[in-house]
Each structure stands twice: as structure tokens, then as C-alpha cells.
């Protein structure tokens, strides 16, 4: 298994009071620093081409991101995405570290991968930063495996506890990639409702504020899962957010970290079922501390496993 992260992922720092700040990657990367992930194969992230980025983002989008940081202090793209000096470098990194582990579990050199960086992606349209996201990191991954690898049938897996709307928006009209996501609704930004379904390669779930793991295993095991393996991926990736923990102050579900490890066992078979093992997991949320290194350790233990 291997690990990509950047130390740039650790200096992109939105500023005091923000959610998605530095400490979060860091208490990931002190939690995997552990005897029993001493295995896995640690790499430094590249920076994401340009040709990369143009597969999902529009070209005065990604000039804007890479010339938006600010020499000093933070400039404000949303009322909550920020930039500040090491921004723009983190988005690259971030989004080099996804297409770099596609590119490793296709050619043979591991089977599965973790993504530790940050800014986040999955809120990230094509041509708008939204929800702490830059560059839509999983989206350029599920790209580059169309472009680059020839794949047929690319599926994105979504756990986060908000939905995924620039990945859902990317693909929409996409049949080769299949994007399937949980999250809890109504919660932000307001999309994934069931009858969102694109070409017929969107699937949406959504749960009630106060569902834990009950429900969220059901939806899993009744609905997402089936529609994953009916698809038959080459290639599995996963939005891997750990909001949904019952201990994260900007949502309301009931998670434990027994349930990221669960459904992290479940995508694995999956992979193994269809993609020659193929699986590539990248970090969305998670905004306490102690919940998102639990949760992360157990999803990697169980990428180990």
C-alpha cells in the first residue's frame, strides 16, 4: 500500500478559526504514524499538469486558483474557501497526489492507495471553489484513469457527510464514470437529492440528521453497493470523509469509526471483486480532531487488511 501526502498540504492555512486548517492533515499523519503502518510505502505527492487539471476544470478556473494566493495573509474565494501563500501549491500537490496513485495502481506498482492532503475536493465544480475545496482531486483522478489508462468504468464512492456536488456536477453526463454518495441531508451545499441521477451514473443517498450506523449500512448494503458492483468497476476511488463521525461539530450523523472501517472492508471486496484490487482513497472532512485520526487509521488498517 502506499501514502501520498506533501508537506505543502500542511502550509495551505486558511487562517485562525477555520475548520479545514492545518491540524486536521496533521493529526491524520501522527495517528498513520504508527507501528502497524510501518508497511506502507510513503511517497511525496507531485504537482498536478495543467493537462490534469483541464480534463475536469475550466482553464480560467485553474489560472485564477494559481494565481489567487496572496503574498501574505488570506484572500477569500467563497465565505468559506480562503487562500493563503502555500494554497495554490497545496491544490497541486493534492491533486498530483490522486492522479499519482491512479497511476501507481494501474501500472501494478500497489494495490491500494491513501491520498493525506489537503485542501479538500469534492466540493469543487468546474469552474468554482466552494466548501473549502480547490481542485476537485478524486475528479481529476477519475479522469486521468479515463484519459490516460482507457478505462471504461471508473466508480467514485462518496462517504463524506456532505454531498459531492462538483464531482456529481463533473460527471453528470459521463456514463463511464459512476458517482455514488451518502451524505446527511438537508445539509450543506443543498444538493444530492435521490432524483439527481445524471445519465443514470449518479446515485444518491441521503440521511436524516440523528442517523447512525444502522441506517447508514443499510443504504450502503441495500442501494450503493449493489449499484457498484452491477457497474463493475476497473477502478475504485473514494471520497473519504470522516464528518459524518457522531463526534464532528458540522453535521449530525452518528458515525464510529467502526463504521468507516466497515465500509472501507466492503469497497475493498469490491475493488477485488472487479478491479484487480484497484482502489484509491483520497481525504475529504472531518473537523474533529480525535475523531479524524481514529476514523482515518481505521480506514487505512482496513486498506491494509
Not at 474557501?81 to 501549491?89: G, N, R, Y
Not at 453526463?173 to 438537508?186: G, Q
Not at 471483486?273 to 473537523?287: D, Q, T
Amino acid at each position: 500500500m502506499r501514502l501520498y501526502t506533501h508537506p505543502a498540504c500542511l502550509q495551505h492555512d486558511p487562517g485562525a478559526g477555520q475548520a479545514e486548517s492545518p491540524a486536521r492533515l496533521r493529526a491524520v499523519l501522527q495517528a498513520l504514524d504508527h507501528d502497524r503502518f510501518v508497511m506502507i510505502d510513503r511517497i511525496e505527492a507531485p504537482r498536478a499538469s495543467r493537462e490534469e487539471l483541464l480534463r475536469v476544470h475550466d482553464a480560467a478556473y485553474v489560472d485564477r486558483i494559481l494565481s489567487s494566493a496572496p503574498a501574505s495573509g488570506t484572500f477569500r474565494l467563497d465565505e468559506d474557501t480562503l487562500m493563503s501563500p502555500a494554497s495554490a501549491e497545496a491544490a497541486l500537490r493534492a491533486a498530483g497526489a490522486a492522479v499519482a496513485a491512479v497511476d501507481a495502481v494501474m501500472t501494478g506498482h500497489t494495490g491500494h492507495a491513501f491520498c493525506a492532503v489537503r485542501p479538500p475536493g469534492h466540493h469543487a465544480t468546474a469552474d468554482k471553489a466552494m466548501g473549502f475545496c480547490l481542485f476537485n482531486n478524486i475528479a481529476v483522478a477519475a479522469a486521468h484513469a479515463v484519459a490516460a489508462h482507457g478505462l471504461k468504468r471508473v466508480a467514485i464512492a462518496d462517504f463524506d457527510v456532505h454531498h459531492g456536488n462538483g464531482t456529481q456536477d463533473i460527471f453528470a453526463a459521463e456514463p463511464r464514470v459512476l458517482f455514488v454518495s451518502s451524505h446527511e441531508s438537508p445539509l450543506y451545499p443543498g444538493t444530492g437529492h435521490e432524483d439527481e441521477q445524471g445519465v443514470g451514473n449518479i446515485v444518491n443517498a441521503p440521511l436524516s440528521p440523528g442517523d447512525g450506523s444502522y441506517e447508514f449500512r443499510e443504504l450502503w448494503d441495500g442501494l450503493l453497493l449493489p449499484r457498484l458492483h452491477a457497474f463493475k468497476p476497473q477502478l475504485v476511488l473514494v471520497s473519504a470523509g470522516f464528518d459524518a463521525h457522531r463526534d464532528d461539530p458540522l453535521a449530525n450523523l452518528r458515525l464510529s469509526c467502526e463504521d468507516f472501517a466497515w465500509i472501507t472492508e466492503r469497497l475493498v471486496a469490491l475493488a477485488h471483486a472487479h478491479a484487480g484490487g484497484r482502489l484509491v482513497s483520497s481525504l475529504e472532512g472531518g473537523y474533529n480532531l480525535s475523531a479524524l485520526a481514529a476514523s482515518a487509521s481505521a480506514h487505512v488498517a482496513a486498506l491494509l487488511d
